[in-house]
């Protein structure tokens, strides 16, 4: 099986228990399938629901990625601050 058709296959017949695994040779990619799996699973336990819905219109996607994407700017933000409070140059 490959790769695609592998995640497929969690994707679409098991998204509520997804569980990670070293499925590539790479451990960079391994840590970010594992992330959004797990991610995943935080979302269908706190909502009930995959990302495999249509009660949502593309404007309430674009406004969910909207706040994520400011969220994200605010984090930026912080840890910044925090390296500036810490006397860090990089």
Do not use: C, H
Request: proline residues 1%.
């Amino acid at each position: 099986m490959y790769l695609d058709e592998y995640i497929m296959d969690i994707v679409v017949n098991e998204p509520q228990v997804l569980k990670s695994s070293k499925i590539t040779g790479d451990s960079i990619v391994n840590n970010v399938i594992e992330s959004f799996i797990e991610r995943s699973n935080v979302g269908f336990a706190k909502y009930g629901t995959s990302l495999d819905r249509d009660d949502y219109s593309l404007l309430n996607w674009l406004d969910e990625a909207q706040q994520e994407a400011m969220d994200f700017v605010l984090y930026l933000e912080a840890a910044k601050n925090k390296i500036k409070n810490a006397g860090i140059n990089l």
